[in-house]
């Protein structure tokens, strides 16, 4: 099943919204669309001269997160071929299907309305991952999964023994990372930048407002204004691949 074009969504509580909108449109220099949905929870990231693949969602409850949306030519087809492998169906709304991976992660499938110009790196860094945080139970069944439904990208072990890397055909905008917990608990994702340097990066973010967590082997965690962790990633903003690899 072929994907045409693939989007980031940010998830955050509702009375953040704006909040999250304010912060990540500085991050990704963008401009937000016109609110939609009932109670206008869904926006988009507009940049200049290339199309949109960054939305943030008001959640209701909870505290939100990430997930990913992928624009296809058949959303029925498939979301059926999703659950042939093991997905559920949440909602089916005709021109979207909401689904939950055998892990219970969320993720989306929409019409593909031509998106194909990939915006560009912004102050060094690009949002372009969604990561997925798999408890170790459901690891190896979830790689299995998102490596049977995408097709076309490469599913390949990354760079430490927890990751598993899914990188979409060239083009693409949004790829996605698997990463086995350390402990069993819900499945959840976050986003994932590339930078070409973590500490510059960190500091414009603190500066519109985020605060620092942790610093890890090759990324940092921080929080959002809206209270969504995030990471800064020593990878390649143009190619999102670390240092000499894709």
Do not use: N
Not at 23 to 39: Q, Y
Not at 164 to 177: A, D, E, F, I, N
Not at 187 to 192: E, G, K, M
Request: hydrophobic share 40%; glycine share 10%; aromatic share 8%.
């Amino acid at each position: 099943m072929s994907i045409r074009w693939t989007y980031a969504l940010i998830d955050r509580p509702y009375g953040r919204l704006a909040a999250a909108c304010d912060f990540w449109t500085a991050v990704t220099g963008t401009r937000l669309s016109e609110p939609r949905g009932e109670h206008g929870e869904f926006v988009t990231l507009l940049p200049d001269r290339a199309d949109a693949c960054v939305k943030v969602q008001g959640v209701l409850s909870g505290d939100g997160g990430a997930h990913p949306d992928f624009c296809v030519e058949d959303v029925s087809a498939f979301a059926a071929l999703a659950a042939r492998l093991g997905a559920r169906v949440v909602a089916d709304l005709g021109t979207l299907a909401v689904l939950r991976s055998p892990a219970g992660q969320l993720f989306c499938a929409e019409p593909w309305r031509g998106a194909s110009l990939r915006p560009p790196v912004v102050h060094g860094s690009r949002l372009d991952q969604v990561c997925l945080d798999i408890p170790p139970s459901s690891y190896d069944t979830e790689v299995a999964f998102w490596s049977a439904l995408l097709t076309d990208w490469e599913a390949r072990p990354g760079s430490r023994p927890e990751f598993h890397v899914v990188t979409p055909p060239s083009g693409l905008p949004v790829r996605l990372l698997l990463q086995r917990l350390g402990a069993d608990r819900r499945a959840s994702a976050h986003l994932d930048l590339a930078c070409a340097d973590i500490d510059a990066t960190r500091a414009r973010h603190e500066r519109l407002g985020a605060a620092f967590v942790a610093r890890g082997a090759h990324w940092t965690v921080m929080r959002d204004p809206a209270g969504g962790t995030y990471c800064l990633t020593a990878r390649d903003p143009e190619t999102g691949g670390l240092p000499g690899r894709p």
